[in-house]
């Protein structure tokens, strides 16, 4: 099993008691396998980083978008929160290989199954939030969930930024806003783009994202707050 230590360069979070990340990662499957276990599994954990998660997502929503609705903010945590979203998440760091579960469970896949990997990282969520508090584990959720929480912006509830901006070029300039790729970074699988927006020449917003599409919705979200 990796160095819990690199789990924690990942998260970018030092703990102070390390043993809350450990419990983080263990699955019941281990704890009935390995009845002497001292410190349980982490279920508990993973009720309150869901409680936790849920509380980080509505706070933003609500700081960023003063004009949405209380429709339209739930939908939105709904979409960046649900289990397959942070299944990926946990996927893209590897979570899987950190957890400590029965040999049983590792045997029929347990380490790639969507449930563990979702409560996993809600457990550690919430171990963040007891060891390091609110603010550390704000940071942390929305470094992670960075895609999730873009990608959800850009879909849908009536956050058409690229639309929006479009509108309010054609009414205040008469122009229409062009986009450029700036920079593409990383490896063909795992891609960073910058895209800014300029109106007749001038930069009015710059956006980055894991597809041009995401990067292209930021720079335009990016110029309607400078507008």
Do not use: C
């Not at 230590?5 to 703990?15: I, W």
């Not at 499957?29 to 599994?41: K, L, Q, R």
């Not at 850009?154 to 122009?175: I, P, W």
């Amino acid at each position: 099993m990796p160095d819990i230590v690199e789990l924690q360069e990942t998260l970018g979070v030092a703990f102070k008691k390390l043993s809350l990340l450990e419990q983080a990662l263990v699955h019941s499957s281990y704890v009935n396998e390995n009845p002497a276990h001292v410190s349980g599994h982490n279920e508990r954990l993973e009720f309150l980083g869901d409680a936790v998660l849920g509380f980080i997502v509505a706070d933003k929503l609500y700081r960023d978008f003063p004009d949405i609705t209380e429709g339209e903010m739930t939908r939105l945590r709904a979409a960046v929160v649900r289990r397959d979203a942070l299944a990926r998440v946990a996927r893209a760091i590897r979570l899987g290989d950190f957890l400590y579960m029965g040999k049983g469970e590792v045997a029929s896949g347990g380490r790639g199954k969507t449930p563990n990997l979702a409560g996993a990282l809600e457990a550690v969520i919430a171990a963040v939030y007891i060891d390091r508090g609110v603010k550390v584990t704000g940071d942390m959720v929305m470094r992670l969930l960075d895609d999730e929480w873009k990608g959800a912006i850009s879909r849908g509830t009536g956050a058409d930024y690229k639309s929006k901006l479009q509108e309010l070029s054609q009414v205040r300039f008469q122009l229409t806003p062009v986009y450029h790729l700036v920079m593409e970074e990383g490896p063909d699988h795992d891609k960073t783009f910058t895209i800014e927006v300029t109106v007749s020449g001038d930069v009015m917003g710059r956006g980055t994202g894991k597809s041009k599409k995401l990067a292209e919705t930021e720079a335009a979200r990016a110029a309607l707050k400078k507008l």
